[in-house]
């Protein structure tokens, strides 16, 4: 039988504030710490990074039909070269055509810059996602 393949994106103690604080552009820095803002407060939970790259918020178990297991968080972002990556949200067809310049790719949302979308638009996106992962 063979190995099933181990999952490479786990939460970590790496210290979250010193993820953000290493980010180079200061745009995209400011922007990760508005969206950490976000989602943080509508999460209830601290962040965590999950991967080396991934800051995360709350935590769930997740089990498939296929029998595979795992733990992820309820929505996350990702400051990627190209653009702001955010995890989790679900797509909310009515909020994102007010959303604003963004783009979807597979389970992925992806920003540009923070300032190119409606911030209160967003944040419902956001708390919609995690009520909706909650349940």
């Not at 745009?27 to 710490?33: F, I, S, T, W």
């Not at 595979?68 to 009515?94: I, N």
């Not at 959303?99 to 979308?117: N, P, T």
Request: hydrophobic share 40%.
């Amino acid at each position: 039988m063979a190995k099933k393949a181990e999952l490479k994106t786990k939460k970590s103690a790496a210290s979250v504030n010193q993820f953000l604080a290493g980010i180079e552009d200061e745009g995209r820095r400011a922007d990760c710490q508005a969206v950490a803002k976000i989602m943080k407060k509508a999460a209830k939970a601290e962040p965590a990074m999950w991967g080396p790259s991934i800051v995360g918020f709350g935590s769930r178990h997740l089990k498939y039909e296929s029998g595979r297991e795992l733990d992820w968080f309820f929505v996350g972002f990702s400051p990627r070269k190209d653009a702001l990556t955010l995890y989790g949200l679900e797509k909310h067809a009515p909020l994102l055509k007010k959303l604003g310049k963004h783009k979807i790719a597979g389970s992925c949302l992806h920003l540009k810059r923070l300032a190119d979308v409606d911030i209160d638009v967003l944040r419902q996106l956001v708390e919609k996602s995690i009520s909706s992962a909650k349940k």
